[in-house]
């Protein structure tokens, strides 16, 4: 039988599944803040399946593509600072100086309230503390690419950019 659409989740980004809907919501923040060097914190919280998985103690300090691209921490220092991109969890951006600087002020917590939505939503929030000690904060039920946040067709052409579809020719 043919995929049922709408029941399926497609990852907008190339990061683990726990890691999408904190990649949305600090993209979702990001705008908000127009000097990062303002940023004092950042606080995601989280469901404990995702903390689980996407913040463990190496998720603070990843070494290799595979755990930049399960670090919640790393995820969102990203998305915090520009468009999460493929490129974006290869070694060489890895050292990106604002990017190791925001790293350092991300942390990641469980909240119990959240806990009680999953798995029916896989809800994040995340609340920024800047150097004037004013805060922004945004969430999110579910990531970009769930069926009740579907992916536009634009959206799904934007992540694969190298594979636009071209004619046929015969």
């Known amino acids: 039988p043919p995929p049922d659409l709408t ?76 468009p999460v991109r493929y490129e974006d969890f290869d070694e060489a951006y890895a050292h990106n100086d604002a990017l190791k600087e925001l790293l350092a002020k991300v942390k990641v917590v469980e909240d119990h309230e959240i806990d009680q939505t999953y798995p029916a939503k896989s809800k994040c929030v995340i609340i920024v503390t800047l150097t004037d000690g004013s805060t922004v904060q945004a969430e999110r039920d579910y990531p970009k690419g769930d069926p009740n946040d579907p992916l536009s067709d634009r959206e799904i052409e934007e992540k694969f950019p190298d594979h636009q579809t071209q004619p046929q020719r015969r």
Not at 16 to 42: E, G, N, W
Not at 61 to 77: F, K, Q
């Open 7 to 82: 029941r399926i989740i497609f990852k907008r980004w190339p990061a683990l599944v726990f890691c999408q809907t904190p990649i949305d919501v600090a993209l979702d923040l990001s705008p908000k803040i127009k000097d990062k060097s303002t940023i004092q914190s950042v606080l995601v919280k989280t469901y404990e399946v995702a903390f689980r998985n996407g913040a463990i103690p190496a998720a603070y300090h990843p070494t290799s593509r595979a755990e930049r691209t399960h670090s919640i921490p790393y995820c969102v220092a990203t998305a915090m600072l520009k």
